[in-house]
């Protein structure tokens, strides 16, 4: 099983200043529409094919984004295989619009 992570807790992190790596498994037009900073993109279809660009640094917390959490958890399920120990963005991004950042736009 695929672990999650609420928004509330990716802010906590990044509040904290602790070392998060976001690879966001979106399509190029929703990346470019909205996104969180610092976020790598890798469209999920493209990610079995290019896990060797996700490169975190040491005890970062890898986690997977999508527009609502669905396709995080493949990606992250992909990326666990490849060795990755990573998390699913609980609600995507459009949880981060509601309840964390009403200046993400929804889509």
Do not use: F
């Not at 966001?24 to 079995?48: F, G, K, M, Q, T």
């Not at 970062?60 to 609502?68: G, I, R, S, T």
């Not at 990606?75 to 949880?95: E, F």
């Amino acid at each position: 099983m695929v672990p999650q992570i609420p928004v509330a807790e990716l802010k906590r992190k990044l509040d904290a200043g602790e070392p998060v790596y976001l690879v966001d498994v979106r399509n190029d037009d929703e990346y470019a529409y909205c996104r969180l900073p610092d976020s790598l993109l890798i469209p999920l279809p493209e990610l079995p094919h290019r896990v060797d660009e996700v490169d975190p640094p040491a005890g970062a917390a890898v986690v997977v984004l999508c527009h609502h959490g669905v396709r995080s958890l493949s990606g992250a399920a992909i990326l666990r295989r490849a060795g990755h120990d990573a998390a699913s963005l609980a609600g995507g991004i459009d949880a981060w619009s509601v309840l964390i950042d009403p200046t993400v736009p929804r889509y």
